[in-house]
């Protein structure tokens, strides 16, 4: 079980708690996406409030595969 759990979690520049408290307490802002490089879709988020919700509750469901492409990535 650890060794799956190693392939699907990579480590690199993105911390994964740190990105998860972000997301939870500062996620309608898009702090966790300006954290992860995303500055776009930061941006989209700030100015529309998660995009009304519904991109915030995305990054709940998603967030842990964002941060390995982003690290996988560099």
Same mark, same amino acid.
């Given at each position: 079980?650890?060794?799956? +759990? ?7 520049? *993105?911390?994964? @708690? *740190? +990105? !998860? #408290?972000?997301?939870?307490? %500062? $996620? ?10 995303? !500055? #776009? @879709?930061? &941006? *989209?988020?700030?100015?529309? +409030? $998660?995009?009304? $919700? &519904? $991109?915030? %509750?995305?990054?709940? !469901?998603?967030?842990?595969?964002? &941060?390995? #492409?982003?690290? +996988?990535?560099?």
């Amino acid at each position: 079980m650890d060794r799956e +759990a190693d392939l699907r979690f990579r480590a690199g520049s *993105v911390n994964y @708690t *740190v +990105a !998860w #408290v972000l997301l939870t307490f %500062l $996620g309608f802002f898009g702090v966790h996406r300006f954290y992860m490089g995303k !500055w #776009v @879709t930061g &941006i *989209v988020y700030l100015c529309t +409030a $998660g995009l009304l $919700g &519904i $991109g915030y %509750l995305y990054d709940f !469901w998603t967030l842990n595969d964002q &941060i390995t #492409v982003v690290n +996988a990535s560099g």
